[in-house]
């Protein structure tokens, strides 16, 4: 789960990161009123889960109360990569000597929380890593001891080659690792942190990201989540316990597993279609979250067929069909359904359509190819 | 032969008398498998339908059972502490089913039970299969029949469907292994690799991969330096955004890293025959085995 760098922010400075004071609005407004509480130059900064939030014009200097006025409105008016900016950060500019890069993240191949320190700050971390990799130190966590002050600063003496600026810095590197433990996250990042020129260590940005898996036993980061800054449907989806993301295609796509799910997306585009969707249902198949399903894919009006691929181990193939029949005797679709279902409990499953006047497949490559055919009127190309 | 798990393992269930953990008990024990004991704190004592018997403790189920394998189907806040539990008591195979571990509950978790000598598979994986002989964990007996072929993989239905497609075709398996879609898990590609190479019953092995990480791409260079069998490899994910968590906890493209082209690109140029589509898999094996 992402959080916005405000809530980043308030984060990390519980955990006694020195970060510049700033106030959230969501109106222009607000902001107007903000910038004549700091005073001077303040930065507008729109809150939302995406990157390059700079390059999308989302991140704006004002002079004055009233230019902090009008460039939050021009912001509060963006969509950002397709997400609405529905908040801005308000945050007094500070004077910057030096930027470097700091960041924790779990790595796959050695198992562990990982530091990753650059000099080369301010600018997209895989960028240095791929041009210039000699610019950034890693550093793995053993978990049993966390981030020892020695190993903090030796991170932060590659960054800083003054110790009066390397102490701090390895301060927050400690401060850095408690809040990304403490908070369960699967990433914090600080980019820039940087040096004033009177030789201060601060960070101006925050970015965190939270383990999907620790949301149940974490209300307070439960609590972080926005759902004004992510796509309706996937908000609908998640409270009806179903794994979904929109995609730009024309083929709804219903499977059971993720594995499946993805293969089934892969061989729409195989067969000349585009998947509208990544929906996974899960292993225990209630009708319900067939119902739920169905309701969720038909909203989006890009849908032109829509693919039911069900391989029934766990989950029963007699649930599923239930749960189509129920959610389009409620609703009739007004498109195509190509429903493709084997295993556990296949005969009943294939009876409950008939009975209701539905076919089913058994074979996924003709399923997949009925469906592309369906949703583009013939025109997939026959691969 | 097969690999991990034969006849004679001796399989405890940790949650045993769970939704998940008793259903599943009872497939196992209907397909053959040697189920000893379960254990589920405070129903001690009692047996699981009137005859494998139910303990406390991890500790006190291997005293009593010599079991050499357990499977856990614990809800996901006390995954870690089974797995640590088990590798305590010493265990030397352990599976666990769950999906929702947290990750940094896995960091904790890896080097605990490695440094107690035990192997892990999973989490968040359906366990393996050795048709004919015993299975642990999910995956359904009926669509598997015992053969020639290996097969290791990230996913649990897709298993299922490449499986199936097989087993209709006659490739039978040896082994089928699901390691789990999670970031951090016990048992890798390359250990089972390893594993099925030197199997003497296995002539070829069939790799299952998805977006994410970059397990395939150090596989693929294992299979060009080690193996002398041949693989047959397929990725899902072709159509997979990047920077989005596609269901399983490690199915996510970060920056430019962890695409279904470029594992696909290093099955190829490590001798391994990339399955454009599941099916695929089917007509490959045939070609390889011949």
């Known amino acids: 789960m992402n959080i916005h760098e405000y809530q980043a922010k308030e984060i990390f400075r519980k955990n006694g990161i020195p970060i510049p004071p700033g106030d959230v609005a969501s109106t222009a407004e607000e902001a107007e009123a903000i910038a004549r509480k700091f005073g001077g130059t303040v930065v507008v900064k729109a809150q939302v889960h995406a990157g390059g939030r700079g390059k999308a014009g989302g991140v704006k200097l004002a002079k004055t109360p009233a230019e902090a006025k009008s460039v939050a409105g021009d912001i509060l008016k963006l969509r950002i990569k397709d997400l609405p900016v529905t908040k801005v950060l308000v945050t007094p500019a500070a004077d910057i000597a030096s930027e470097a890069y700091v960041g924790i993240i779990i790595d796959r191949a050695s198992k562990r929380a990982v530091f990753m320190v650059s000099p080369a700050g301010g600018i997209d971390i895989e960028e240095v890593a791929a041009k210039t990799p000699e610019k950034i130190l890693r550093h793995a966590v053993d978990p049993r001891y966390g981030l020892q002050a020695y190993e903090a600063m030796q991170l932060a003496f590659f960054l800083y080659p003054d110790v009066k600026q390397a102490r701090p810095a390895a301060k927050i590197l400690q401060q850095l690792y408690k809040a990304f433990s403490r908070s369960g996250a699967s990433l914090a990042e600080i980019n820039p942190l940087v040096t004033t020129p009177s030789g201060d260590v601060l960070a101006l940005d925050a970015k965190m990201v939270i383990d999907d898996n620790e949301i149940d036993r974490r209300p307070d980061m439960a609590a972080l989540r926005d759902e004004s800054s992510e796509d309706p449907s996937e908000v609908d989806a998640r409270n009806a316990n179903l794994t979904f993301i929109k995609l730009d295609g024309n083929v709804g796509c219903v499977v059971n597993g993720a594995g499946l799910a993805m293969a089934t997306m892969d061989l729409v585009k195989y067969y000349g279609g585009d998947p509208a969707n990544f929906l996974d249902i899960g292993g225990s198949s209630n009708p319900e979250k067939v119902v739920s399903a169905l309701r969720i894919i038909t909203a989006d009006p890009n849908v032109k067929a829509i693919l039911f691929n069900i391989f029934g181990g766990i989950t029963r193939t007699d649930d599923v069909a239930n749960g189509i029949v129920t959610a389009t005797r409620d609703n009739p679709l007004k498109v195509p359904l190509v429903i493709r279902l084997t295993g556990t409990n296949e005969e009943i499953a294939l009876e409950i359509l008939k009975k209701a006047g539905m076919s089913a497949m058994t074979d996924m490559d003709e399923a997949v190819k009925k469906a592309v055919e369906l949703a583009t009127g013939g025109r997939g190309k026959a691969a | ?290």
């Open chain 2, 1 to 290: 032969m097969s690999i991990f798990i034969d006849k004679k393992t001796r399989v405890l269930v940790q949650g045993i008398t769970g939704r998940d953990g008793s259903f599943h008990a009872k497939q196992m024990i209907e397909y053959g498998t040697q189920v000893v004991g379960g254990v589920t704190p405070g129903k001690g004592g009692q047996k699981f339908e009137g005859k494998v018997p139910i303990f406390n403790t991890v500790a006190e189920a291997v005293k009593a059972t010599q079991a050499d394998a357990t499977v856990i189907y614990v809800p996901p806040p006390f995954a870690a502490d089974a797995m640590m539990e088990a590798a305590d008591a010493g265990i030397p195979f352990i599976v666990c089913i769950t999906e929702g571990v947290p990750v940094l509950d896995m960091t904790r978790v890896y080097p605990f039970v490695t440094e107690k000598g035990s192997r892990l598979l999973g989490p968040n994986c359906p366990g393996l299969i050795s048709p004919g002989k015993s299975k642990i964990g999910i995956i359904p007996g009926r669509i598997c029949t015992p053969g020639p072929i290996g097969l290791v993989s990230r996913s649990g239905t897709l298993t299922y469907e490449v499986v199936y497609q097989m087993t209709r075709a006659k490739l039978g398996q040896t082994t089928c292994v699901g390691i789990g879609g999670d970031p951090i898990n016990g048992t890798n590609f390359i250990d089972c690799l390893a594993a099925f190479e030197k199997d003497p019953d296995t002539k070829a092995v069939v790799m299952i991969g998805e977006i994410g990480g970059t397990d395939e791409q150090e596989a693929a260079r294992f299979v060009s330096q080690k193996m002398s069998k041949p693989v047959v490899g397929f990725i899902a994910g072709q159509t997979a955004p990047p920077g989005r968590r596609m269901g399983h906890a490690g199915a996510i493209i970060s920056g430019s890293t962890g695409t279904a082209a470029e594992k696909m690109q290093a099955f190829e140029e490590n001798g391994i025959a990339v399955a454009k589509r599941p099916i695929d898999v089917v007509e490959l094996l045939k070609h390889a085995t011949r």
